[in-house]
């Protein structure tokens, strides 16, 4: 069972009894070093907790000089949290007698549940259902527990270190795996940053990842949120949260496997087939906002950035003392898509003033080793380059040796630092990652808001994920919602569907719907041969496998044959099918054709796909998907973004094609997604762009909607 729609926001506010709890009680307390419930009483005596304990254990009256309590119901009414650090088969029967206790959360260590097969399953069930019945936070089963750093409350068996977060920005930790919770916490803590909380979510059976996050965006000593998550059970709720994140300045970075995972079954359009969850999910957080890394060590090193250099903007300079490593670094660079700007003008003027007539001004720039004998070189070049606003960040990629090269490295770029107190962020990155560096070299950094990386690599990625983050002022300009009355659930038929959708803007070829013959040859006549006539019925999805499309039909003559013969070929494909009718439209002009589809995932919300049509979609992959809020100008940075994106703004000779047309096209489909919840899918296949200027029309179209409620 999902937490979705049974906590809601009354979860926020009785977090506190979990997060923030004054009493907690031990089930489980065991005097035995290395026992789950010793753990976790020496976690709370070394973090210093100021609460009650109660400690239960049906053999013992005491514990390390602490009275002990034989049962649950002995428990004073009202404990803030208890953890079970007992076997699954005692768990279930505990949560009833703590929750008869009045206790207001429990964390469950203890495995074997959902993920354990059907009578697991039924027992998370039950957690769930006794959770809700009783106002009950329940954190896990199948979890490693949590840690506030800010008030000092460990209630984790993993032994944890009993700094408090002080007066430090604090990074807030929420991951469905425990195991990687902790693993997060200890490459933060190598990097000297700040936890405020670390919360492990489990099989989430009463409180899951977007209730965690909910809360720390509103706790004050949290400024950025690590996550690690495999599925997401409240999607549109997280969307909505990363809004307000975004809004609020406080960073998310997210870890999410499944790249690689099968996609959902494939419905009715192509949308279904190429539109894969992952995919998915990536287009709307990023959109959101969210900053998605592919890996543990990637993740750390965004939240340093984060923490350290929170304003990052685009466009970085590199200070190395290498010319081979400045090649490298453009080719690094330009594959991250991560801008390094020429110096403006007035700044390559500064820099020849600064520098030896030896080192040449670029981007990056070797000033090669003539630092080690003239160190005041790192400030002279940082001032100009950091007076440049085309520059967000400065990357100074340092060779660090040995420990007596690292000195005389270090101390004049630590004094020059102190010295010019930046306002924009400047990153340290060593090239030779393992050289001894001094550990005090690198805290001094770090107390300067400097991130020191191992290597430049990482150090570019992170900047290259972070500086790329959507700006919290991006849906200023998104184009309002579209309500439209859909005539019928399930398939649309083309001839309906383009009825529907025509009104809102989308191009189709001149035409109309017949019902009979007669109506054919009055609209031929009307728009003139040749023609094109294509079946209608709202079981014939796909008509070209039914010979259901009939194209060059030159003049009335053929008409009439051509009306016979398509519902001849319908009826051999499909005796069943009995047809509205047909469609009958002018032969439009050759041009690009390019495919546009629309799906209305049901746990996600909207995304429109856009690719190159025949095989660069289908085979190639040549598709982007699109949150339906874009505006015409990001739709077209989009489209060029496309593999074969060249194509599109001419390509030796060929014209550049109407890119505004098709983004004036998925605007109007995404108004309508947003504002039509109904709308399931729709596959405009295929779409021909002509020309810059010409336009671009709709030659199909289909919609799935969901059936009215009866």
């Not at 984790?156 to 425990?178: C, H, K, M, Y």
Request: with cysteine; hydrophobic share 45%; net charge negative.
């Amino acid at each position: 069972m999902s937490t979705a729609d049974t906590f809601a926001p009354d979860v926020v506010r009785s977090l506190d009894r979990l997060l923030k709890a004054r009493s907690v009680a031990i089930v489980g307390a065991s005097p035995t070093p290395g026992a789950l419930g010793n753990s976790v009483l020496g976690n709370l005596v070394r973090h210093g907790f100021s609460g009650d304990i109660h400690l239960i254990n049906p053999k013992r009256d005491e514990i390390d000089g602490r009275p002990c309590l034989r049962s649950i119901d002995d428990l004073p009414d009202g404990v803030d949290a208890a953890v079970l650090a007992i076997p699954g088969a005692a768990v279930l029967s505990s949560i009833q007698a703590l929750a008869a206790r009045g206790v207001g959360s429990a964390v469950i260590f203890s495995a074997g549940f959902a993920e354990g097969g059907a009578e697991g399953l039924v027992a998370q069930a039950e957690i769930t259902r006794i959770a809700i019945a009783h106002n009950m936070i329940i954190e896990g089963p199948n979890c490693l527990g949590l840690v506030n750093y800010v008030d000092g409350v460990p209630l984790t068996f993993v032994e944890t270190p009993g700094a408090r977060l002080g007066d430090r920005p604090g990074i807030g930790i929420v991951s469905q795996s425990g195991a990687m919770a902790v693993v997060l916490g200890t490459v933060l803590m190598a990097k000297q940053l700040g936890i405020s909380m670390s919360i492990s979510t489990g099989n989430e059976a009463a409180s899951g990842v977007e209730d965690y996050l909910a809360y720390l965006l509103d706790e004050p000593n949290t400024q950025a949120i690590g996550m690690i998550v495999e599925q997401f059970r409240k999607p549109k709720h997280f969307l909505a949260l990363a809004e307000k994140a975004r809004v609020a300045g406080k960073p998310i970075i997210l870890l999410h496997p499944g790249k690689s995972s099968a996609a959902r079954e494939s419905a009715a359009t192509h949308t279904g087939a190429m539109a894969g969850d992952w995919q998915m999910m990536k287009t709307l957080v990023t959109h959101a906002g969210v900053v998605l890394v592919d890996s543990i060590e990637e993740l750390g090193d965004v939240l340093d950035l984060a923490i350290r250099a929170p304003h990052i903007g685009t466009g970085t300079a590199v200070l190395t003392e290498s010319g081979a490593f400045k090649a490298l670094t453009l080719d690094l660079c330009e594959s991250l898509g991560l801008a390094l700007p020429e110096p403006a003008d007035h700044t390559a003027t500064a820099l020849r003033a600064a520098i030896p007539d030896f080192i040449g001004v670029s981007n990056p720039m070797d000033v090669t080793a003539q630092s080690l004998v003239d160190p005041d070189l790192y400030r002279r070049t940082l001032i100009p380059l950091l007076a440049d606003p085309a520059y967000g960040s400065v990357v100074l990629a340092i060779i660090q040796t040995d420990k007596a090269t690292a000195r005389l490295k270090f101390e004049p770029i630590i004094a020059t630092l102190k010295a010019l107190r930046a306002e924009k962020p400047i990153i340290f990155a060593g090239l030779d990652d393992g050289a001894p560096v001094p550990p005090a070299y690198l805290t001094a950094l770090r107390e300067l808001g400097v991130p020191y990386f191992p290597s430049p690599d990482r150090a570019f990625r992170a900047i290259a994920k972070l500086a790329t983050r959507v700006p919290a002022s991006a849906h200023d300009l998104a184009p309002a919602p579209i309500a439209a009355n859909l005539p019928h659930g399930g398939v649309i038929p083309e001839y309906r569907a383009k009825d529907l959708l025509g009104p809102i803007g989308l191009p189709f070829p001149p035409g109309g719907f017949a019902a009979d013959l007669d109506a054919a040859k009055q609209i031929a006549a009307q728009i003139g041969y040749p023609t094109v006539l294509k079946a209608q019925a709202q079981a014939l999805s796909h008509k070209s496998e039914a010979g259901g499309v009939i194209l060059g039909i030159a003049d009335e003559a053929a008409l009439i044959d051509a009306w016979a013969c398509l519902f001849d070929n319908v009826q051999a494909y499909a005796p069943d099918i009995r047809l509205d009718g047909a469609l009958i439209e002018a032969m439009s002009a050759r041009g690009t054709e390019l495919i546009v589809g629309a799906r209305n995932d049901t746990h996600w919300g909207p995304v429109i796909l856009v690719g190159f049509g025949g095989i660069q979609a289908e085979i190639l992959q040549d598709v982007r998907l699109l949150p339906p809020s874009l505006t015409k100008p990001e739709i077209v940075a989009e489209l060029r973004a496309l593999k074969s994106g060249a194509l599109l703004d001419g390509w030796r000779g060929s014209p550049a094609l109407d890119l505004e047309a098709v983004a004036d096209i998925i605007v109007a489909i995404g108004r309508l997604l947003l504002g039509t919840p109904a709308i399931r899918e729709i596959d405009l296949n295929p779409i021909v762009i002509y020309p810059r200027g010409q336009g671009a029309v709709a030659l199909d179209a289909l919609i799935l909607a969901d059936e009215p409620p009866r």
